[in-house]
C-alpha cells in the first residue's frame, strides 16, 4: 500500500488549494480513503472521508462547508480542495485508505500573510 500526497503550499488567509493523493498497490477502488493533518505539537486528526464510490462523504466540523473531498477512481487518486483557509488550517496533510494504517510523507500547508 503506497499513498503520495502532493499540492501543500504557502498560501495567504481566505485563499484556496487543492491537494491530491495518488494511490497505488492495492485495489483503490474498494477502500474508503481519509484525509488527516497534523499541526505542530498536535496529534494527527481525521479530516474528511469519502466512501470508495464516492457517493458518501463525513468532515470534521471545523472545515466543513470549506473543505470537499472527492476522488476519481480511474486515476486511483483522492482530493481535498480546501477554500477560506484559516491560519488554524496549517499542518502536514495526509491521506490513509480506511483501515490500512498506511501514511504517506505527508504535504505541508501554510496559511499566513
Known amino acids: 500500500v503506497q499513498v503520495v500526497e502532493s499540492g501543500g503550499a504557502l498560501v495567504q488567509p481566505g485563499g484556496s488549494l487543492r491537494l491530491s493523493c495518488a494511490a497505488s498497490?492495492?485495489?483503490?477502488?474498494?477502500?474508503?480513503m481519509s484525509w488527516f493533518r497534523q499541526a505542530p505539537g498536535q496529534e494527527r486528526k481525521l479530516v474528511a472521508t469519502?466512501?470508495?464510490?464516492?457517493?458518501?462523504?463525513r468532515y470534521e466540523d471545523s472545515v466543513k462547508g470549506r473543505f470537499s473531498v472527492s476522488r476519481d477512481n480511474a486515476a486511483n487518486t483522492v482530493y481535498l480542495q480546501m477554500s477560506g483557509l484559516k491560519s488554524e488550517d496549517t499542518a502536514v496533510y495526509y491521506c490513509?485508505?480506511?483501515?490500512?494504517?498506511?501514511w504517506g510523507q505527508g504535504t505541508q500547508v501554510t496559511v499566513s500573510s
Open positions: 498497490g492495492f485495489t483503490f477502488s474498494t477502500y474508503a
Open positions: 469519502i466512501s470508495h464510490d464516492g457517493t458518501a462523504t
Open positions: 490513509q485508505p480506511v483501515g490500512t494504517g498506511a
